[in-house]
Antibody
Framework: EVQLVESGGGLVQPGGSLRLSCAASGFTFSSYSMNWVRQAPGKGLEWVSYISSSSSTIYYADSVKGRFTISRDNAKNSLYLQMNSLRAEDTAVYYC??????????????WGKGTTVTVSS | DIQLTQSPSFLSASVGDRVTITCRASQGISSYLAWYQQKPGKAPKLLIYAASTLQSGVPSRFSGSGSGTEFTLTISSLQPEDFATYYCQQLNSYPITFGQGTRLEIK
């Protein structure tokens, strides 16, 4: 079964750090680009970051640029998000999502169940 | 950044109804648009990609159309399990952006 499982969420004080992980199984992880997408309580979806299959291409949303770092370990079938200088507005459920492609059309076809990050004093 | 505006933001409908949700992009995105369904407490589920291609396993009552700046998601005959929030997403360029969502509720 194709599956993504996030972990590492929790309660952290403003200015603190947290590292999220996403464990992939059931597919060849090294062949796919990956994303982090978040959803603040009661709000819509916000794309956070993208990493290509070989880690050669990385993008960030402006809201997290300079504070968050995406990475992956293909040998461990894992995706990571290092979050530093956390702010209250980073409070959200964080999902990892697989990017698939059909010709030149991309889409996020597999999502984890999410891990909750709460930034509060 | 490309802005996506969905309308309506809220929709009340009955089982069996045909409903249409519109997504407008602030600039042309060809057909690089996907639609997702999200139920409370759950992860988003891919319904349609490339504006009109139905994802495997998604019921045929869901359909998508459009290109450029205007797109629609249509549910031909609402079923009880379709009451959820729907999001459009553009993958034409980074940053990837989502519409604000359309909440579909039972009348």
């Amino acid at each position: 079964e194709v599956q993504l499982v996030e972990s590492g969420g929790g309660l952290v004080q403003p200015g603190g750090s947290l590292r999220l992980s996403c464990a992939a199984s059931g597919f060849t992880f090294s062949s796919y680009s990956m994303n982090w997408v978040r959803q603040a309580p009661g709000k819509g979806l916000e794309w956070v970051s993208y990493i290509s299959s070989s880690s050669s291409t990385i993008y960030y949303a402006d809201s997290v640029k300079g504070r968050f770092t995406i990475s992956r370990d293909n040998a461990k079938n894992s995706l990571y998000l290092q979050m530093n200088s956390l702010r209250a507005e980073d409070t959200a459920v964080y999902y990892c999502a697989r990017t698939a492609a059909n010709y030149y059309y991309y889409y996020m076809d597999v999502w984890g169940k999410g891990t909750t990050v709460t930034v509060s004093s | 950044d490309i802005q996506l505006t969905q309308s309506p933001s809220f929709l009340s409908a009955s089982v069996g109804d045909r409903v249409t949700i519109t997504c407008r992009a602030s600039q042309g995105i060809s057909s690089y648009l996907a639609w997702y369904q999200q139920k409370p407490g759950k992860a988003p589920k891919l319904l349609i990609y490339a504006a009109s291609t139905l994802q495997s396993g998604v019921p045929s009552r869901f359909s998508g159309s459009g290109s450029g700046t205007e797109f629609t998601l249509t549910i031909s005959s609402l079923q009880p399990e379709d009451f959820a929030t729907y999001y459009c997403q553009q993958l034409n360029s980074y940053p990837i952006t989502f519409g604000q969502g359309t909440r579909l509720e039972i009348k």
